[in-house]
């Protein structure tokens, strides 16, 4: 009997302690559902990646299309000026308005070319330094502390064969409306994934057709959240903005990131997977924590 008893006593106790172990373990992975410094990642790849984009059309023809077109005040067409200075080698571009992808902006950005090479963007060994002065995006402050964009392109290249490609590095910090400074320091590769096609590239004498164009993006990037986390972050399958693609008919100018998956590790937290899908034209993302995903939407 007492044997019986001291059994049962083992059994219950052992269902009682694996019981206990399988809810904490469940219970903490519930908690880490927090997607919001993934979010803020997402926020500050776009943001980072709209001043690529922009430099890309100011240096190449001296206009930003994708974001105002003439200079009157309609919706989107008053967005923002250019300013080209050839003899020192700057554009500004000057914003006051909402753009065509919807998001007011305000301040300043200028783009300074290197001495030594074309101010076209298509060039290879073209070379540009990026300042922001009081910019401001959709009621998020962001600072450029630095940012130099370079056409690493082989010259003489085939472009049936051969994508154009383009060294992004820079430092930028974002104060969001909401609250709280995140802050994000990146090593990119951009490509120009339909080199190839002649309908995009045109040859080192005309401007490419950014409209049509689809742009992949490599790397990694560290920096803090807006909670003050330290991050890294690495670039694990090709992130791909489509700029035939925009989903909200409302704002033509937003042509979100559309494929691609980027592992983002908060300090001391699980490492967040933010896949953008695999080519729809939406604005919808997961973030993957501990094996559960949580759905997005992208700014």
């Not at 080698?89 to 914003?95: G, L, Q």
């Amino acid at each position: 009997m007492k044997n019986l008893k001291t059994f049962a006593f083992t059994t219950a106790f052992a269902i009682l302690l694996a019981t206990a172990f399988t809810s904490c373990r469940k219970h903490k992975d519930e908690e880490d559902t927090d997607t919001t410094e993934a979010q803020d990642h997402a926020l500050a790849q776009t943001t980072s990646n709209d001043v690529v984009s922009l430099a890309g059309e100011v240096s190449e023809s001296g206009t930003s299309s994708s974001y105002r077109q003439g200079n009157n005040s309609v919706f989107g067409l008053g967005c923002c000026t250019v300013y080209r200075d050839t003899v020192r080698r700057v554009d500004s571009v000057v914003f006051a308005g909402t753009c065509l992808d919807g998001k007011p902006r305000s301040g300043a950005l200028t783009f300074t070319y290197a001495s030594n090479t074309a101010m076209h963007y298509r060039n290879p060994g073209f070379s540009c330094t990026v300042r922001s002065y009081n910019y401001v995006v959709n009621g998020n402050q962001v600072n450029i502390i630095s940012k130099t964009i370079t056409n690493t392109t082989n010259p003489g290249f085939n472009s049936a064969t051969t994508n154009l490609t383009w060294s992004i590095n820079g430092n930028i910090s974002i104060t969001k409306a909401s609250g709280g400074t995140l802050t994000s320091t990146y090593n990119h590769v951009k490509t120009l994934l339909n080199t190839s096609d002649n309908n995009v590239y045109h040859g080192q004498s005309i401007p490419i057709t950014w409209s049509l164009a689809r742009v992949g993006f490599t790397g990694n990037s560290s920096g803090t959240t807006a909670n003050g986390r330290s991050y890294t972050a690495n670039i694990t399958n090709q992130l791909v903005r489509d700029r035939t693609c925009s989903p909200d008919p409302n704002h033509p100018g937003h042509h979100p990131f559309i494929q691609g998956t980027i592992d983002f590790t908060p300090s001391g937290k699980a490492t967040r997977t933010i896949d953008y899908g695999g080519g729809s034209c939406d604005l919808n993302a997961t973030v993957t924590i501990n094996g559960h995903s949580h759905n997005i939407t992208l700014p």
